[in-house]
C-alpha cells in the first residue's frame, strides 16, 4: 500500500510530507484548492509525463518520492528482484524534474527508467479518474476492463505470443514470395561458385602446409647438399667428432698429475657426444628429404588451382575453406526443407490455428467474466438510483485478428423499465453516464488484486442517498484494500476512516496549497462546509456531526 507521498517545489507545494494508512482515506477541499496536484506529483512517480511547468515558480527542481509497502506483494518483489533493484518491505519511487523539463527516476535509490516506474506502479495501485467514463465508451478499453475483471493473463500472453508467430511467418512468406526471382538467380550463382569450390575441394590449412612443402620440395639438392656436408664435417676423416677425440686422449695423458684439467676434460667429453648426435640428427633429416620432381609438380599445381580460386573470389587462399563452407550453408537455407512455398504456406497455416486456438480459448474467459461483470455492475447501478438499470456486455467478433486476440466488446446499458439496450456511448444524461462509469469501476475494483485504488471525484454528479451508498461502498472496499478518494462530496468523506483537508494560503504574496489531517472535530467543521458552503450554522454543523456519526458506527 502506499504509506507516504512527499514533495518538494511543485506547483503550489513548497515542500509536504503525507502519510496513509490502510481503508479508506478521503481528501477534500474547495474547488482550486490544488487537490489536482497531489495527483499529478504521485502521477510523476507512477511514470507519467512530466511538464517543466509543475516545477514551483522560483525553484530549479521538484521533488516527489512515494513510498510503498510490498511486503504482501509478491509480484512487485518478484519484478523488483528480476530488474536486481531489490527491496526489503518498501519501496521507494522518486522523480525529480528541473524547471528545463528535464526528468530523473529512481527505483529505491538507483536509476531507473520511465518504462520502469511504469511497470512496477501498475504492479501496486490503480487511479480511476473523474473522467474515466469517457475512455470507458471506446471498445478497446471496454474489452481491457473485462480481461482486468477476468484475471486471465495466461491467455492474454498466449494469445498475443501465438499472434506474434503467425505473423512472423505471414511475413516470410510474404518475403518469400516478394523475392522469388531474386531468390532463383541467387540459387543459381551459389550452385555455379559451389561448383567451383567442390572442384577444388580446399581444406583447412591446405596451403600453408603445401607452401611449406613446395619450398622443401623445390631446394631439395640444396637441402641435402648441405646435410651430407655438415655431416662430413662433424663425422668425417679430420673431423669435429675425431679431432675432439684427439684432443681428449692427449688430455687423459696429464689427469693423475694435474686435476684442474678434470672439468675441462668432461666439457670436452660431453662436447663429443653432443657432436656425435648432431651428425646422427643431420643423416636423420637427409633420410627425409627426397629428390621427388613428380610431388614437387603436383603440389606446384594444387597451389595454382588453390591461389587461382582465392584470386577470382578476391579471398586470401586460407580463407578458402571457410567460404566453401558458407556458399554450402546459404544454398542449404535456400533450397532446403522448409523453404519451399508449399512448406512456408503449411508453416501459416499451423501458426495460425494456434493462434486461433488460442484467441477462442480467451474469448470462452473473457465470455464468462462478462457475465459476470454485468450482473455485477447492474447491482451496483441500481444500488445508485437506477432501480431497474441493466448492464450487459456483447462479445462479438473483431473485423480484423490482433495481439488481443478475435473480439471487440460493447457496453450496453438502460437505465429506464421498458428501455432497450444501447450502447454506452449513447447514454444521454451526464449524472447517468457518471454513475454506470463508477458502478463499472467499483464492480471491477472489487475483483482486483492490486493493493491501492485512487478514485479522483469519480462521484461528480452524484448527491443525496446515492452519495451515501458511493461512500458506503467505498468503505466497504476499504475493509480488503487501501482506498484514496478525492470528493467533493461530504456523504463520502464522512465514511472514510481518515480523512485530509487540502486548503490554498497566501502569505506575504506567496500562495502555497497545504494537507492537514483532520481531527474528530475538524472532520464534523470540514463535512460542514461541504453541506452548507461558507456560512456555517450550528444546524449545519449538526447534521455534519450525525452524518460522521453515522457513518462511522456502520464501519465499526
Not at 122 to 134: P, R, S, T, V, Y
Not at 501 to 506: D, Q, R
Request: proline share 2%; net charge negative.
Amino acid at each position: 500500500m502506499l504509506q507516504a507521498l512527499t514533495i518538494q517545489n511543485l506547483a503550489l507545494i513548497s515542500r509536504l510530507h503525507l502519510e496513509f494508512t490502510a481503508g479508506f482515506t478521503t481528501l477534500t477541499g474547495e474547488t482550486g484548492a490544488g487537490k489536482s496536484i497531489l495527483l499529478d506529483a504521485l502521477g510523476l512517480t507512477l511514470g507519467n509525463r512530466a511538464d517543466a511547468g509543475l516545477v514551483r515558480h522560483g525553484t530549479d527542481k521538484a521533488d516527489v518520492t512515494a513510498d510503498f509497502d510490498i511486503q504482501n506483494v509478491p509480484a512487485a518483489q518478484a519484478w523488483l528482484a528480476e530488474q536486481e533493484l531489490n527491496a526489503e518491505g518498501d519501496c521507494l519511487l522518486r522523480r525529480t524534474l528541473s524547471k528545463e523539463g528535464r526528468s530523473k527516476a529512481y527505483i529505491n535509490g538507483l536509476p531507473a527508467t520511465v518504462a520502469q516506474l511504469k511497470q512496477l506502479s501498475a504492479l501496486l495501485i490503480d487511479i480511476h479518474g473523474q473522467h474515466q467514463h469517457q475512455s470507458l465508451t471506446h471498445s478497446r478499453e471496454q474489452l481491457a476492463l473485462i480481461d482486468a475483471y477476468a484475471q486471465h493473463d495466461a491467455k492474454l500472453t498466449e494469445t498475443m505470443q501465438t499472434y506474434q508467430a503467425w505473423s512472423k511467418q505471414q511475413q516470410t512468406l510474404a518475403a518469400h514470395r516478394e523475392n522469388q526471382a531474386d531468390r532463383q538467380s541467387r540459387i543459381e550463382l551459389l550452385t555455379f561458385q559451389l561448383s567451383e569450390f567442390d572442384r577444388v575441394a580446399p581444406l583447412a590449412e591446405e596451403y600453408e602446409q603445401l607452401s611449406a612443402e613446395q619450398q622443401t620440395l623445390s631446394h631439395a639438392h640444396d637441402i641435402k647438399q648441405a646435410l651430407l656436408q655438415g655431416q662430413d664435417l662433424l663425422n668425417g676423416d679430420g673431423g669435429a667428432s675425431e679431432r675432439i677425440a684427439a684432443a681428449v686422449a692427449a688430455l687423459e695423458g696429464i689427469q693423475n698429475v694435474h686435476a684442474p684439467i678434470e672439468p675441462m676434460l668432461e666439457q670436452l667429453r660431453s662436447v663429443q657426444i653432443d657432436c656425435t648426435e648432431a651428425a646422427n640428427d643431420l643423416q636423420h633429416a637427409d633420410h627425409q628429404v627426397t629428390l621427388d620432381p613428380e610431388r614437387l609438380a603436383f603440389v606446384d599445381e594444387r597451389l595454382g588451382e588453390l591461389f587461382a580460386l582465392a584470386k577470382k573470389y578476391q579471398l586470401d587462399p586460407e580463407a578458402l575453406e571457410s567460404r566453401h563452407l558458407a556458399l554450402q550453408n546459404e544454398l542449404q537455407e535456400l533450397t532446403g526443407e522448409g523453404t519451399s512455398l508449399e512448406a512456408l504456406e503449411a508453416k501459416v497455416a499451423d501458426a495460425w490455428q494456434a493462434y486461433e486456438k488460442a484467441a477462442y480459448a480467451l474469448s470462452a474467459s473473457r465470455k464468462k467474466a462478462a457475465k459476470r461483470l454485468s450482473r455485477a455492475v447492474s447491482e451496483r447501478m441500481q444500488t445508485l438510483g437506477m432501480e431497474k438499470g441493466r448492464f450487459e456486455i456483447e462479445i462479438t467478433t473483431a473485423q480484423t485478428p490482433g495481439e488481443q486476440g478475435l473480439d471487440k466488446a460493447s457496453f450496453e446499458v438502460t437505465t429506464n423499465p421498458g428501455q432497450p439496450l444501447q450502447a454506452l456511448s449513447k447514454v444521454a444524461s451526464g449524472g447517468e453516464l457518471s454513475r454506470i462509469s463508477l458502478a463499472i469501476q467499483v464492480a471491477s475494483a472489487e475483483v482486483a488484486s492490486l493493493p491501492t485504488l485512487i478514485f479522483d471525484e469519480v462521484d461528480v454528479g452524484i448527491g443525496g442517498g446515492i452519495a451515501e451508498v458511493v461512500g458506503r461502498t467505498m468503505q466497504q472496499l476499504g475493509q480488503h484494500r487501501q482506498v484514496l478518494a478525492i470528493t467533493h462530496l461530504a456523504q463520502v468523506a464522512a465514511c472514510a476512516q481518515t480523512q485530509y483537508a487540502i486548503e490554498k494560503t497566501t502569505q506575504k504574496g506567496t500562495t502555497q496549497t497545504q494537507v492537514i489531517p483532520l481531527s474528530v472535530s475538524e472532520r464534523t467543521e470540514e463535512l460542514a462546509r461541504m453541506l452548507g458552503g461558507m456560512t456555517l450554522t450550528e444546524q449545519t454543523r449538526k447534521h455534519a456531526q450525525e452524518m460522521l456519526e453515522l457513518a462511522q458506527s456502520d464501519s465499526a
